[in-house]
């Protein structure tokens, strides 16, 4: 199994910025794809930022491209999500999630659908 712990939400007035990062063990943390997606109050998962397993390719959902920066540190087993500009809308829980990518090929997932290991979650709260 492959565990994910995600660290560093908070509350941020509107403007500002957090990086949220998620700690992974037990398995061969470069043999999986990762990604951040979120989750408001009723609302459907959705994918935020995805990254492979080399961190040279990413992918960015329209709602923060431009704002946030996915990065991964496969020495440290830790992916990170930088998020400016922060907006109210950005309110909700963040999740780390990951997808054995060995034989994946190129393609991210961009589904909450594909990942299959799933952090703790960390909320986000972005004031007005």
């Known amino acids: 199994q492959l565990q994910l712990v995600e660290s560093g939400g908070g509350l941020v007035q509107a403007g500002g910025s957090l990086r949220l990062s998620c700690a992974a063990s037990?398995?061969?943390?470069?043999?999986?794809?990762m990604g951040w997606l979120r989750q408001a109050p009723g609302k459907e998962r959705e994918l935020v930022a995805a990254?492979?397993?080399?961190?040279?390719?990413?992918y960015y959902a329209d709602l923060v491209t431009g704002r946030s920066t996915i990065s991964r540190d496969n020495a440290k087993n830790t992916v990170y999500l930088q998020m400016n500009s922060l907006k109210p809308e950005d309110t909700a829980v963040y999740y780390c999630?990951?997808?054995?990518?060995?034989?994946?090929?190129?393609?991210?997932?961009?589904?909450?659908?594909?990942?299959?290991?799933w952090g703790q979650g960390t909320q986000v709260t972005v004031s007005s």
């Open positions: 999630a990951a997808v054995y990518a060995l034989f994946r090929g190129s393609s991210l997932p961009v589904g909450p659908h594909e990942y299959d290991y």
């Open positions: 037990g398995r061969t943390f470069i043999s999986y794809a």
């Open positions: 990254i492979s397993r080399s961190g040279l390719s990413t």
